[in-house]
């Protein structure tokens, strides 16, 4: 009796594990797809990738809405290439929050990524029906010493 309980207390941990494991690929992936996607300028796919009241607290200190930031990229505006370093990954229900640093091209293009804007970044995933969908970002610069 003991085994037994003890083998499906092990099948519940190891099929829970499973599950966060999946879920966690997934929001890596759509971290670096979603990042590509704004790279590309391909509007259409972010629309389905953002929640439709995605809201971003952007370096400048200012919120915008995906009409906004559609409205720029339309418009001509290109946003530089960051290179995102996810440090942690923690889910809570039906939502996934994602926290590390990143690192902005300068305005001047260098590849040299020693000269490159460092930030702190907090990305807010929500599971919605169709997937999981970006909810709410926010994104520092940071001071280097």
Not at 3 to 19: E, M, P, Q, R
Request: net charge neutral; hydrophobic share 40%.
């Amino acid at each position: 009796m003991k085994a037994t309980i003890l083998l499906i207390g092990f099948l519940f941990v190891i099929s829970v594990s499973f599950g966060q494991s999946q879920a966690e690929q997934e929001i890596r992936r759509l971290e670096k797809r979603w990042t590509e996607l704004l790279d590309q300028g391909d509007t259409t796919t972010l629309l389905e990738i953002w929640s439709k009241k995605y809201v971003v607290n952007n370096p400048n200190g200012r919120i915008v809405t995906p009409k906004e930031i559609i409205g720029l990229m339309k418009g001509g505006h290109v946003f530089p290439k960051v290179e995102r370093i996810i440090e942690e990954i923690t889910f809570n229900q039906d939502m996934a929050i994602v926290m590390g640093k990143e690192l902005q091209q300068p305005a001047n293009g260098s590849v040299d990524q020693a000269t490159w804007i460092p930030r702190r970044f907090t990305n807010v995933w929500i599971k919605a029906e169709n997937g999981w969908q970006l909810a709410a970002r926010q994104s520092s610069e940071t001071c280097t010493d």
